[in-house]
């Protein structure tokens, strides 16, 4: 795995996305069998996150819809206008699918669901987000399906808004908060270009549009960097290396932090490719990520 390669350390949890909306292809979760069919031929595939897939690492699913202010449509459980199947077939489809271990390659982990995420953030208000009141009713509807069916017993629902996103009062992160009930962990992303260090996004010292996750919701939640990074030409060289030192420090900085997913992407999103990184960035993420706290390997 080119990650792995790079950093000298085998991961413990893999970012994946997949379409929600049933109007587009792959959204159904056979759209996910590569991550469990046949590992011994898929996934020593580097763009199915290297060998050995199955039972060697979790799965964090980014779960996004496609299409114009679809929060509506999942809150009502309707059809999406192109599609001939509602929001609530396909959720009860989607979750009966995930628990059915005949599907996975007997694989029966549990599967960090994070639906809409960074649903503050303007570039998500086209489709999803932008509308906290449809943003609770759809989770609960969706979370509910999924509670019935049995799914919520397997998996983890999280819950995840980006570390600084719109900076209106009216987009505040707790706005779009479903209720504990629904949400399982509360995750973050945190990236660099937010303008602030990975602990000040944490503990809400990131200025308007950010949140104080650890005191809001550290004390019952298990906290999660669901992605994030540094870019490689961001500021300068000494403080990418800073961001990257304070990105580690979170472990006790953060102590309520359960898990962290590093975003490197050398095809996509460039500006977060590992390799692109000065020797100083390199150095410094793998003297820390060396250390015997950050888990290689599911327990």
């Known amino acids: 795995m080119r990650h792995q390669d790079l950093t000298y350390k085998t991961t413990a949890m893999m970012l994946w996305y997949q379409e929600m909306n049933p109007s587009y292809a792959g959204a159904d979760f056979d ?3 590569i991550l469990w069919d046949n590992p011994g031929a898929h996934l020593k595939d580097e763009r199915y996150g290297g060998e050995g897939y199955v039972g060697s690492r979790y799965l964090t699913l980014g779960w996004l819809p496609s299409g114009t202010n679809v929060v509506d449509d999942i809150a009502r459980g309707n059809l ?3 599609s001939g199947t509602k929001f609530d077939q396909h ?4 979750f009966t699918d995930s628990i059915d271990t005949s599907v996975r390659g007997g694989n029966t982990d549990p599967i960090w669901i994070r639906p ?13 987000g ?30 995840s808004p980006a570390g600084v996103g719109s900076t209106s009062s009216a987009h505040d992160p707790a706005d779009y908060y479903p209720g504990d009930q629904y949400v399982d962990w509360v995750g973050l992303s945190m990236y660099s270009n937010y303008g602030y260090y990975p602990v000040q996004q944490l503990t809400g010292a990131s200025g308007s549009g ?9 004390d019952h939640k298990p906290l999660m960097i669901s992605e994030g990074a540094v870019e490689y030409n961001w500021s300068s060289s000494s403080n990418r290396v800073t961001w990257i030192d304070d990105w580690f420090d979170t472990r006790w900085e953060v102590p309520e932090l359960r898990s962290a997913v590093w975003f490197d992407d050398s095809k996509y999103h460039t500006q977060y490719d ?15 990520v060396d250390h015997s706290y950050w888990e290689t390997m599911p327990e």
């Open 91 to 94: 959720f009860k489809n989607w």
């Open 116 to 128: 809409m995420n960074e649903f503050n953030g303007t570039w998500t208000w086209s489709t999803y």
């Open 274 to 288: 590992f390799n692109r990184y000065g020797s100083s960035e390199k150095n410094e993420f793998r003297s820390e």
């Open 130 to 159: 932008g509308d906290p009141l449809n943003f609770k009713r759809a989770w609960r509807r969706m979370y509910n399906i999924a509670e019935r069916i049995g799914a919520t017993d397997n998996h983890i629902f999280l819950w």
């Open 80 to 82: 999406y206008p192109t």
């Open 31 to 33: 759209g996910l069998e």
């Open 210 to 218: 950010g949140c104080d996750f650890q005191g809001d919701y550290g």
